[in-house]
């Protein structure tokens, strides 16, 4: 299964989004579900950090990524549309493919400081955030 999860701050802004396993629809290289689920977030980030100009705080390796950004830029439009749009195409592949794909929506604060960023900084509350 496929674990996607939206966390959002005290504020009820879009902080980070995570995805985690397999989807589990066909063999890896060949499963069109997890090649959704992957191109929509990448694009995101992408969106992100090019276009809205961010610098996030990744953490990727296979079969998983975080992908969290500053409280200070959870305001902007750019920022909104595109974590809504992502959002948006991520739960209609939820509700087309439900045995292989879960959204989940957490506190920011459920992120914990486990996972560590590209600068190799733990990815624990930023400044901010409660």
Same mark, same amino acid.
């Given at each position: *299964?496929?674990?996607? =999860? #939206?966390?959002? &701050?005290? @504020?009820? @802004?879009?902080? +980070? ?10 063999? !890896?290289?060949? &499963? ?5 689920v992957?191109a ?5 980030r992408?969106? #992100? ?5 961010? +610098? #996030? &705080?990744?953490?990727?390796? /296979?079969?998983? *990524? =975080?992908? !969290?950004? /500053?409280? $200070?830029?959870?305001? $902007?439009? $750019?920022? !909104?549309?595109?974590?809504? =749009? ?11 493919? /439900? &045995? ?5 929506? @957490? /506190?920011? $604060?459920?992120?914990?400081?486990? @996972? !560590? ?14």
């Amino acid at each position: *299964m496929l674990a996607v =999860t #939206l966390y959002r &701050d005290a @504020r009820n @802004r879009v902080a +980070a989004f995570a995805a985690n396993g397999h989807a589990g629809f066909a063999e !890896r290289g060949h &499963d069109i579900v997890c090649a959704g689920v992957s191109a929509i977030l990448q694009a995101a980030r992408l969106g #992100l950090e090019e276009h809205a100009g961010i +610098a #996030l &705080d990744v953490a990727q390796q /296979p079969g998983s *990524m =975080t992908v !969290r950004w /500053p409280a $200070s830029v959870r305001d $902007s439009e $750019s920022v !909104r549309a595109i974590v809504a =749009t992502a959002a948006l195409a991520i739960e209609a592949i939820v509700r087309r493919f /439900p &045995d292989h794909v879960q959204l989940h929506r @957490r /506190p920011i $604060s459920a992120i914990g400081g486990k @996972r !560590r960023g590209k600068t190799g900084i733990k990815l624990g509350k930023q400044q901010g955030e409660k």
